[in-house]
C-alpha cells in the first residue's frame, strides 16, 4: 500500500517567520494530496489540497508544492501567526479514495 | 462541524468488555471511515464503506468489527477489548460525487483498563 512519510516531526518557528513541512509518498499512481489541520483537542479540518496535474496550489497565507517525479510535496506556511499553531498532517490517495496519512508535524509558532 | 457526530465521546472500559462507537451524519454523504489516532503514528484507517453494502478493510482490521446500518450511520466494534487499543477514534464521510475531501467527527477517546 501507499506510504507517506513527513518531516519533521516538531517545527518551532518564531511568529512571522515561514513553516515548510515536506512529505514523500511511495505509490506513483496517488493523485490527490490533501493537508489537515488539528488544533489541539480539536478534529483534522482540510486548510488545502492539491491534485497530480497541478504543481502548485496558494491560498491566502498557506501553499502547496508538488513534484510527481520526486514523488514528494510540501505545505509553505509564510508570515506565521500564533494561531497556526497546531498538529499538521499530509495525506495521499489514489482513485480508491483511501487517504494514506503522515505521522503529522507539530507547528508551534513563539510569540 | 455538527454534521458529523459521535458517540461517546469518551469511554472508559475493562479488557475483555465489548464496545461500540457510533457516527452518524447529516451530510448526505456515501463513503464513511473509521480511523484510529496514537500519539506520533498519525491517522490510522481501520475500515471504509462506499454505501450501505460495502465494507472493506483498512491497514488494521484486526480486533474490530463495523456495521453500517444505514447511508448516515456506520458503527465501530470492539468484540473483546484489550489496552492497546486505547486510542483516539474518528469517524470520517466524503461525497462520491465531488472531490474527495474528508470531513471528521469530533473524535471518541476510548480508555481500555
Known amino acids: 500500500g501507499e506510504n507517506v512519510e513527513q518531516h519533521p516531526s516538531t517545527l518551532s518557528v518564531q511568529e512571522g517567520d515561514s513553516a515548510v513541512i515536506k512529505c514523500t509518498y511511495s505509490?506513483?499512481?496517488?493523485?490527490?494530496f490533501p493537508w489537515y489541520k488539528q488544533e489541539l483537542g480539536k478534529r483534522p479540518q482540510l486548510i488545502i489540497d492539491?491534485?497530480?496535474?497541478?504543481g502548485e496550489k496558494k491560498d491566502q497565507r498557506i501553499a502547496v508544492t508538488l513534484n510527481k517525479t520526486a514523488k514528494h510535496f510540501s505545505l509553505h506556511i509564510t508570515e506565521t501567526q500564533p494561531e497556526d499553531s497546531a498538529v499538521y498532517f499530509c495525506?495521499?490517495?489514489?482513485?480508491?479514495?483511501?487517504?494514506?496519512f503522515g505521522a503529522g508535524t507539530t507547528v508551534t509558532v513563539r510569540a | 462541524d455538527a454534521d458529523v457526530t459521535q458517540t461517546p465521546r469518551n469511554r472508559i472500559t475493562k479488557t475483555g468488555k465489548r464496545i461500540m462507537l457510533e457516527c452518524s451524519q447529516t451530510?448526505?454523504?456515501?463513503?464513511m471511515y473509521w480511523y484510529r489516532q496514537d500519539p506520533g503514528l498519525g491517522l490510522q484507517l481501520i475500515y471504509y464503506?462506499?454505501?450501505?453494502?460495502?465494507?472493506n478493510k483498512g491497514e488494521i482490521s484486526d480486533g474490530y468489527s463495523v456495521s453500517r446500518q444505514a447511508q448516515a450511520k456506520f458503527s465501530l466494534s470492539l468484540e473483546s477489548a484489550i489496552p492497546n487499543q486505547t486510542a483516539l477514534y474518528f469517524c470520517?464521510?466524503?461525497?462520491?460525487?465531488?472531490?474527495?475531501?474528508?470531513?471528521f467527527g469530533p473524535g471518541t477517546r476510548l480508555l481500555v483498563l
Open positions: 470520517a464521510t466524503s461525497d462520491s460525487g465531488s472531490q474527495e475531501t474528508q470531513y
Open positions: 505509490d506513483s499512481a496517488s493523485n490527490y
Open positions: 492539491i491534485r497530480s496535474n497541478v
Open positions: 495525506a495521499a490517495s489514489k482513485y480508491d479514495y483511501k487517504l494514506s
Open positions: 451530510k448526505g454523504h456515501d463513503r
Open positions: 464503506s462506499f454505501d450501505v453494502k460495502d465494507i
